[in-house]
């Protein structure tokens, strides 16, 4: 595990090794007890190998769980090539099933569960101490033309123009504060970020741009996954800016519980890009947030949905 309080961490650096898995090899997957197994079938799982991330609050951060699934679903299709490269991923869902403990690996099981003429589809457990921490099912498509319409990129300021988190928290002396300078991922906020203080207008609305902190390697499948760890860090803001909360009001108690992301077009995750995002429910103690990603020239590169439990505990 690497430490962020030592001189020489680099946060871009760190991810790029958290998402370089080691291949171990090859488990068998069969169903006994249940009379003919032939109506079951037997498979086989490739097996990666990931560290995890240090997180102040000792679980791991959801956003490097989907990365790393996106990377181990990539690592089985490198044998697939339809003439025109690997194929791309273009879909994600996945469900997390219980917290990470950040000082244990992480082992994937990649399941092929399908490779057709223009689909491939991956199911990925993310295991811990022989339990599932995440469950999710990828599909990859190869290089295809067809219909193309887009949404318009909203009219905000450019990232020029706003202040980033190490302006607003870089003289501080606080865990909180330098655990945020540790990111990856930059982040300049439209409205008001939410670490300190809520909206004085609450909304379910809010806009975000973001990048990769320096460059990263010219491999589509790494910018897929940098754009999917990316996408948690701040997909429940809305809801949580609607209800005039911040990320440190000590009755907040939030948690990812599924994640879905829909990769439309290619993307350079180290170049700007906007996060649009909306909530457009919250109840039962669950919010849902919306987001839309776009490149700086106004694609729209991805949409994203997470549903998260949001519970505000009373004293």
């Known amino acids: 595990m690497t430490d962020e309080n030592a001189p020489e961490f680099d946060p871009l650096t760190d991810l790029l090794d958290t998402l370089d898995l080691e291949e171990l090899g090859t488990a068998r997957i069969t169903v006994e007890g249940v009379g003919d197994r032939a109506d079951f079938g037997e498979s ?17 951060f959801g956003g490097q769980v989907l990365a790393q699934c996106v990377m181990a679903a990539g690592r089985t ?17 996945g469900y997390f099933m219980r917290p990470g403990d950040d000082t244990k690996p992480i082992r994937f099981a990649v399941e092929r569960m399908r490779d057709g003429n223009s689909f491939s589809t991956r199911r990925v457990h993310a ?3 022989g339990l599932p921490i995440l469950s ?10 067809g219909l193309d319409h887009q949404d318009p990129m909203p009219e905000v300021p450019g990232p020029d123009e706003l202040r980033s988190l190490a302006d607003e928290f870089g003289g501080i002396d606080h865990p909180g504060a ?4 540790k990111r990856p991922i930059e982040h300049r906020h439209v409205e008001s970020n939410l670490f300190v203080a809520p909206d004085p207008e609450p909304s379910a609305h809010q806009s975000v741009w973001m990048k990769a902190l320096g460059k990263l390697p010219d491999d589509p499948l790494v910018h897929a996954a940098v754009l999917a760890y990316a996408s948690d860090y701040t997909l429940l803001e ?8 911040t990320w440190t009001d000590r009755r907040l108690r939030p948690a990812s519980l599924d994640h879905a992301m829909w990769f439309h077009r ?18 039962g103690g669950r919010g849902l947030g919306i987001g839309r990603m776009f490149a700086a ?18 004293s």
């Open 44 to 60: 086989g799982a490739t097996v990666f190998l990931g560290r995890s991330q240090k997180m102040p609050h000792g679980r791991v």
């Open 77 to 93: 299709m490198e044998d697939i090539d339809d003439g025109d490269g690997a194929r791309r991923i273009h879909s994600l869902h």
């Open 127 to 129: 295991i811990q101490d």
């Open 136 to 145: 999710m099912i990828t599909s990859f498509q190869e290089a295809s033309g």
């Open 178 to 181: 330098r655990h945020l300078l």
């Open 238 to 245: 809305p809801v949580i800016r609607r209800h005039g909360l």
């Open 266 to 283: 290619p993307v350079q995750a180290d170049e700007w890009i906007l996060y649009s995002q909306e909530s457009p429910s919250a109840s």
């Open 297 to 314: 020239d106004g694609t729209l590169v991805a949409t994203v949905a997470q549903e998260g439990m949001v519970r505000v505990k009373e």
